[in-house]
């Protein structure tokens, strides 16, 4: 099995609708993150947490809210979706040591039209 | 404030070809990390290496080698003999770091190289 997971892997909404991606991981990381990709845009950070009850903004937060309801589960919600939301979102995850590296899932697409 | 630049956004190749992927950054800290993703087609991000900036030896991992020069903010990546598996894009990306080494965990990725070999 992956060791983080991400659902859904695809989803198209329409606008104004309010949308949950989810993150699971299974390696035990206290890190986690949620990137969004857009083409020629390399990946730009939205939120991250370094625990359960550590969260805080990234370069492009606005529109954009998440939990951690546990160690292995922090979730990225879209309150109203605006079709410039349409992107590529990642979660990934990290050890926060020395040797502090992260590993992303495998992504959701999202279409907002 | 941190930075990463892969200036070239396109690279085409014929297999077997070597090709060297250019990564520049920018940042304040003394204390860094350098990484590369590769994104296949297949959308996934594939970690490939880590690097800390007191660290400047060169690496070589198989036909991937990777250039560290502090002296020109400079992290290259090059695959020798090029293989059609890798057409990916290829992201290079930054962490600061605490002067202890703890990343701040944060990533700055440039705007990422697609690369395409031709049989």
């Known amino acids: 099995d992956a060791d983080v997971t991400q659902t859904p892997r695809n989803r198209i909404t329409k606008t104004g609708k309010r949308i949950m991606l989810e993150c699971s991981q299974t390696?035990?990381?206290?890190?986690m993150y949620w990137y969004r990709q857009d083409p020629g845009l390399g990946l730009q950070l939205i939120y991250y947490?370094?625990?359960?009850?550590?969260?805080n903004k990234g370069e492009i937060s606005d529109g954009y809210s998440v939990s951690r309801q546990a160690q292995a589960k922090f979730s990225l919600s879209l309150e109203s979706a605006i079709p410039n939301q349409t992107a590529l979102y990642f979660c990934?995850?990290?050890?926060?040591?020395?040797?502090?590296?992260?590993?992303f899932g495998p992504g959701t697409r999202l279409t907002v039209l | 404030a941190q930075k990463v630049t892969q200036a070239q956004t396109e690279i085409s190749v014929v297999e077997k070809e070597d090709v060297t992927l250019d990564c520049v950054y920018e940042?304040?800290?003394?204390?860094?990390?350098l990484f590369w993703y590769k994104q296949p087609p297949s959308g996934e991000l594939v970690f490939l290496i880590r690097?800390?900036?007191?660290?400047?030896q060169n690496e070589i991992s198989g036909r991937y080698s990777w250039n560290f020069q502090k002296s020109t903010s400079s992290f290259n990546f090059t695959i020798t003999a090029s293989q059609v598996v890798d057409s990916a894009v290829y992201f290079c990306?930054?962490?600061?770091?605490?002067?202890?080494?703890?990343?701040?965990?944060?990533?700055?990725f440039g705007q990422g190289t697609i690369l395409t070999v031709h049989p």
């Open positions: 947490s370094f625990d359960v009850k550590d969260i």
């Open positions: 390696k035990g990381h206290d890190r």
């Open positions: 940042t304040r800290d003394t204390t860094y990390y």
């Open positions: 690097r800390n900036s007191f660290d400047e």
């Open positions: 990306a930054l962490s600061e770091a605490y002067a202890g080494g703890t990343s701040y965990g944060k990533l700055t």
């Open positions: 990934a995850t990290s050890n926060g040591q020395s040797t502090d590296t992260q590993y």
